[in-house]
């Protein structure tokens, strides 16, 4: 042995199977950093690996078999040793082979403490002016809020129209991603209100603002947009569009073609382009867009009439069947106004057929991934969508929000925490966005960042469902039970109410009064709210009751269920030895 290894030295074996071994690992990093940038496919990252691997051996059979001579290469039976490069600067080579090995330590140093983003993690601000640091370096000067374009034509019905125009206009810009552009929810938030344009930008964190106004008048359609540099109120550009209705995917595609020039953007990619559909299918996609943003149970049912409506004229439009499934999920999981499976098999074949159609379009895989993680909990298949959706669309909030969403179900809390926040960064005045932080931060029993973050939700949405629970929960946990059951006292949702009575005035030691709440919480909600159930007899240690309404909610599919991992109420389940079976059967991790 001792003889082979000798040889493998002598004939320089060894050292290029670590020079090899060094290159192909800085090689390996260097592919996996330019070729995102590059739009190259996923595979030719593994072709490289695959390549080096195979190259590998060869590289030793090569080192073994000959020399590197002044004449060339050489078999090494036929070579002196004295006439071996490799042999008389083998000291230069080992030198070469410790700086590459330094470089390599110094890259990975390099890479996992300074650039790595999750380290990078600020508290949330509890005003509505602060802006939550994000884990991505963001640039301010390329930043932009695009605002809802004022319906300029005679019937105000209209609107609709000129919001959706808006809003498409923004989902374009948002797939540049040299570009960061502020969410819907937080762009549109001013609207109607009496807001000067630098407290705008100031509270939304952007440099650059689009607006315009929507002129729609039978098939003629005049648009008109500008773009303006916030700070020192100069217009950069701006300009007017009179064309037919059937041309408004080309205006949109030019407005935000505009807007990239003038913010001077070099993009490493294609510019965005709008899908095109016929405009009677796209008035009814847009209807169905504000009915859908309006979030009732009701326009959720009108935004479905539209959709299909519009599907029956184009049935290739991809984000119309998008959309459908969207509506179908939310009916289903969030309104409860669909049964479960069959709001969830009609979401899941909706989405199926937009991805048929258009497999690069983004926010398809994020609502599929909510079907996964609500209602297949399959939270693998939920984990691989939403990668391919950020891949499309990394700046988009929402698709980041359901992200953290699926790591917070995972007990990945730090890494939800750090997403949370780059979400907020895109839509820092989205109530929803702060809620979840909130919770989160609940969940990790960072109670006080919690408390900020829920009282931030509250002052942007006052009566937004659940937050007063989570409020009220965190303020139990801080040892504050009357100002929990005050804040329990104040939340809108009525089942949310009597949950978070139940469990408040159980520790209140008021055993009727808890009593009463859970009792009424069963008897007029016993199909939706098997879940807060579960965890307000977990809480109280009635362990074996709260067992028995797990298994009631895993059979009807409720969708709370997939939180039952980090949920703080239902810790003294955790000892219990059929914990660990049920969160086998959800396919969660312990």
Not at 385 to 404: F, G, V
């Amino acid at each position: 042995m001792g003889q082979l290894f000798q040889e493998l030295k002598r004939r320089n074996v060894i050292r290029v199977a670590i020079a090899y071994a060094v290159s192909a690992w800085l090689l390996i990093q260097v592919v996996d950093a330019l070729f995102p940038m590059l739009r190259l496919p996923e595979w030719t990252a593994t072709l490289v690996a695959v390549l080096l691997l195979i190259g590998f051996p060869i590289a030793l059979i090569f080192a073994w078999a000959f020399e590197l001579t002044p004449e060339g290469l050489k078999l090494e039976k036929h070579v002196v040793r004295d006439e071996s490069i490799t042999h008389a600067t083998g000291r230069k080579l080992d030198f070469i082979i410790i700086g590459m090995l330094v470089l390599g330590l110094g890259y990975f140093a390099y890479d996992k403490f300074v650039l790595d983003p999750s380290r990078d993690a600020e508290l949330v601000q509890a005003t509505t002016e602060a802006v939550t640091e994000s884990g991505i370096s963001e640039n301010l000067d390329k930043s932009i809020a695009v605002l809802p374009f004022v319906n300029m034509s005679d019937d105000p019905g209209n609107e609709y129209f000129s919001d959706g125009i808006s809003e498409e206009i923004l989902n374009l810009l948002a797939k540049v991603p040299e570009l960061r552009v502020t969410s819907r929810s937080s762009a549109f938030s001013f609207k109607g209100q009496n807001v000067d344009m630098p407290t705008m930008a100031a509270k939304l964190n952007v440099a650059h603002v689009l607006e315009g106004s929507v002129r729609k008048s039978g098939n003629q359609l005049r648009i008109t947009a500008q773009l303006i540099e916030v700070e020192a109120d100069t217009h950069l550009w701006s300009d007017t569009y009179d064309r037919e209705l059937k041309n408004v995917f080309a205006i949109q595609d030019e407005i935000a073609a505009a807007v990239v020039d003038a913010l001077k953007i070099t993009l490493l990619g294609k510019r965005p382009k709008a899908t095109e559909t016929s405009p009677d299918a796209y008035a009814l996609y847009l209807q169905a867009r504000h009915f859908m943003n309006q979030y009732t149970v009701e326009r959720y049912k009108q935004a479905e009439t539209r959709l299909r409506q519009a599907l029956e004229i184009d049935p290739d439009f991809a984000p119309a069947s998008t959309e459908l499934g969207s509506v179908y999920e939310r009916q289903a999981n969030a309104f409860g106004s669909l049964p479960i499976v069959e709001g969830n098999e009609l979401a899941r074949d909706a989405i199926l057929q937009a991805l048929a159609i258009d497999p690069q379009y983004g926010r398809a895989y994020a609502i599929l991934a909510m079907v996964e993680m609500f209602y297949d909990w399959d939270f693998t298949a939920a984990f691989q969508h939403l990668q391919q959706a950020l891949a499309l669309n990394p700046r988009d909030a929402a698709i980041l929000l359901s992200t953290a969403r699926l790591n917070t179900m995972l007990g990945r809390l730090d890494e939800a925490i750090d997403l949370y926040r780059q979400s907020i960064a895109l839509d820092p005045v989205w109530a929803v966005g702060h809620y979840r932080l909130g919770q989160t931060l609940w969940y990790a029993d960072r109670l006080d960042e919690a408390t900020n973050s829920i009282r931030m939700a509250l002052s942007l949405s006052p009566g937004g469902s659940g937050a007063q629970l989570t409020l009220g929960l965190v303020l139990l946990a801080q040892g504050d039970a009357p100002a929990a059951l005050l804040a329990m006292e104040q939340e809108t949702d009525d089942a949310f109410r009597l949950t978070g009575t139940a469990i408040v005035q159980h520790a209140l030691g008021d055993a009727g009064a808890s009593d009463a709440a859970l009792q009424a919480l069963i008897e007029e909600y016993e199909d939706g709210a098997d879940y807060q159930v579960a965890f307000a007899y977990a809480f109280r240690g009635e362990i074996d009751h709260a067992f028995d309404w797990l298994e009631i909610a895993y059979d009807n599919r409720d969708a709370g269920l997939a939180s039952m991992l980090v949920n703080p109420l239902l810790a003294n389940l955790h000892d219990d030895p059929r914990w660990e079976p049920l969160l086998d059967k959800m396919g969660l991790p312990h």
